[in-house]
């Protein structure tokens, strides 16, 4: 089932072109990080304190169906906030390219956590680089689809 709410855009004016292209374009443009050619995709979740749409472009990084998203904000002494949206509301959509799929998201810890972290750094190295740069763990949310 689809999120409901009144979709409130990125105050960063550059996030928030980047998910209008992406969605624009069923994610042909506007799927890349910054200055870079990797794939990305667009988490959409609930506002934990507006109740508004969020969207937000991650990097993609993917196994057999679900993903793995990094509140990693470049190594940032604190979360993103779209990391208290996950842990208040796990319904989250995916966009990954055309498709976007009603999904649900869940913290990982322990053993399944550094299976994911593996996956997660091959596939957008820099982010060795962000846990480097900060004290605070990144976390890691696995997101799956809702329907199983
Ligand atoms: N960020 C990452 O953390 N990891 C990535 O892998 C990543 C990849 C990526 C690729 C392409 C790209 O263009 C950007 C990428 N980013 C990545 C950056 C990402 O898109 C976000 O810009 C960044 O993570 C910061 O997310 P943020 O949620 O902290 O954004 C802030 C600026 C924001 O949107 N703030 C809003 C505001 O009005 O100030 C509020 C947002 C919000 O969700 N508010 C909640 C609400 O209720 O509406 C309140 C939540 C609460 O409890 O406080």
Redesign the pocket.
């Known amino acids: 089932m689809p999120l409901e709410g009144e979709y409130?855009p990125?105050?960063?004016k550059?996030?928030e072109d980047?998910v209008a292209l992406y969605e624009r374009t069923g994610g042909a443009e506007g799927n890349?990080?910054?200055g870079g050619d990797l794939p990305?995709v667009i988490l959409t979740?609930l506002?934990?304190?507006?109740?508004?749409i969020?969207k937000?472009?991650?990097?993609r990084v993917e196994h057999d169906g679900s993903y793995v998203?990094?509140?990693?904000?470049?190594g940032a002494p604190k979360?993103?906030?779209?990391?208290?949206?996950l842990k208040?509301d796990p319904r989250v959509e995916l966009q990954d390219g055309p498709r976007k799929r009603d999904m649900i998201a869940r913290e990982l810890s322990g053993a399944e956590r550094e299976q994911w972290w593996e996956r997660a750094v091959a596939a957008?190295p820099p982010?060795a680089d962000y846990q480097l740069k900060t004290d605070r763990v990144l976390p890691l949310f696995v997101v799956e689809p809702a329907d199983g």
Do not use: C, D, F, I
């Open positions: 409130e990125s105050p960063q550059w996030v980047q890349h990080q910054p990305v979740s506002g934990a304190k507006s109740g508004k969020r937000t472009p991650l990097m998203v990094v509140a990693s904000l470049g979360h993103p906030v779209w990391y208290y949206n208040a957008y982010y």
